[in-house]
């Protein structure tokens, strides 16, 4: 197995959930020599340095300085989100029913709900403890499978195969135990998982996932089958590609926004003020004026990279017969008249010759004309700052679902392209 292949599964079975995700980026980038910047300190920049911030403990900006001035070479961007569809766990809604411990969720974006049902799920997330006199924030992952939420037997519920829609309130409790518990079971096993006294453990935000492990699939290996590819392997290409790109002449920067399945208004989100904050203390550490920081901004690019619909033969009908990207035949440009993608002929032209200087083949996407379309980060970041911007992902299968399905050579090939437009001189 390709060594960043298997990267790529590590990274997907250790970002659970937002936060373990974020961390998974942290560790990255703390191995290849990125160095921490907090928001709340003055930058102090070098040339060559490799440097990142992270805001609210998830959304994350990577950056390499480059040697170019930044008024004349502008800002090299490729921006991803880190989130994905979950359940998110609603900590005071425990019961204990006929000696059953339940506990309710609420539905965070839009998962295909039914895939979550009778899996061996796990818990992770985030927690704040009490210690001493002061508040601490802990990313944990309990590393077991602790949680199902079951179906309804056959027997009982005719219309499972015919249907039925889950109630979110009702029917998607999750059961974290048959026996007999007293107090709060869920706190009690955090407290135990932290090592710290139950009445310590003051705030939660707990997210299910599946327990079962990113593998290879096919005959030849050739699909990766995992949760969260849609977007962790966008954002994994583009911290590659980043990491390789040694000490590139312009100044790189990799955006890992947060909240973007819901909507991407939060101070980690896309419309927040987080990446202009940051390339304008970047020109303004490096000694450039605000008028150099407006010229760098029309003279730099985003490539946005969010997962793409691959072409599903059981569903033909849902596709337009001449954009309908095929798994592993190399990355996708994704349009839209209206504008719910940032590519423009010129964006998109830009993209395909970085594919052709890797050796890559690209592919094109378009939504059926009679068929609402996605949208990503990449309008809202393009209209907020005016930059030129393209849309672009990897094609996939079961999108949302709780396993997703996408191809291993289409993502090696996008790390070339990232690392080729990073290492752009």
């Known amino acids: 197995m390709d060594k960043r292949i298997k990267d790529l599964l590590d990274f997907l079975a250790g970002g659970n959930s937002r936060f373990p995700a974020s961390r998974e980026i942290s560790r990255r980038l703390d191995a290849a020599g990125f160095e921490e910047l907090q928001e709340a300190d003055s930058f102090k920049l070098k040339k060559g340095g490799r440097y990142y911030i992270r805001r609210m403990d998830t959304a994350i900006i990577a950056f390499i300085v480059g040697s170019k001035k930044l008024a004349e070479s502008g800002f090299y961007l490729a921006s991803s989100h880190i989130d994905s569809p979950a359940l998110k766990l609603k900590p005071a ?3 204990l029913d006929h000696e059953l411990c339940r506990i309710g969720v609420e539905v965070y974006g839009g998962p295909i709900v039914r ?8 818990i992770s997330g985030r927690v704040i403890i009490r210690n001493k006199k002061a508040y601490e924030s802990h ?18 519920n005719r219309e499972l195969n015919s249907g039925f829609e889950y109630n979110k309130q009702t029917h998607l409790q999750a059961i974290l135990s048959v026996e007999k518990h007293e107090g709060d079971p869920l706190k009690s ?12 453990v003051q705030e939660m935000d707990l997210y299910l996932y599946d327990y079962q492990k990113p593998s290879l699939i096919g005959m030849e290996g050739e699909m990766i089958v995992s949760g969260r590819l849609d977007n ?24 890992f926004y947060d909240h973007e399945e819901i909507g991407s208004r939060s101070p980690q989100g896309a419309f927040s003020s987080l990446l202009g904050e940051v390339l304008e203390r ?9 008028e150099d920081f407006y010229r760098a901004l029309r003279n730099s690019f985003m490539i946005s ?12 009908e849902k596709y337009d017969a001449d954009y309908s990207p095929k798994m592993n035949r190399g990355p996708v440009i994704k349009r839209n008249a209206n504008l719910s993608y940032a590519s423009t002929a010129d964006s998109s032209l830009r993209f395909i010759d970085l594919c052709s200087k890797a050796k890559v083949k690209h592919q094109e996407f378009l939504v059926r004309s009679d068929m609402p379309c996605g949208s990503t980060v990449g309008p809202i970041v393009a209209a907020n700052l005016g930059l030129n911007s393209v849309d672009i992902g990897n094609p996939m299968w079961a999108m949302h679902s709780v396993r997703e399905t996408a191809g291993v050579k289409d993502h090696l090939d996008l790390i070339a392209v990232l690392k080729t437009y990073f290492s752009a001189n």
Not at 282 to 290: E, T, V
């Open 93 to 95: 809604s425990q019961k």
């Open 115 to 122: 895939t979550w049902i009778d899996r061996e799920l796990g």
């Open 139 to 156: 990313v944990i992952d309990l590393k077991q499978p602790v949680a199902i939420i079951p179906n309804a037997a056959i027997h009982m």
């Open 189 to 200: 096993l955090v407290a135990k998982h932290l090592k710290v006294k139950e009445a310590d």
């Open 232 to 255: 962790l392997a966008m954002t994994h290409a583009i911290l590659q590609g980043l990491i390789d790109s040694g000490k590139p002449a312009h100044t790189s920067v990799g955006v």
């Open 282 to 290: 970047i020109a303004l550490c490096r000694g450039d004026s605000r």
């Open 305 to 316: 990279a969010d997962m793409a619909h691959a072409y599903h033969p059981a569903y033909a």
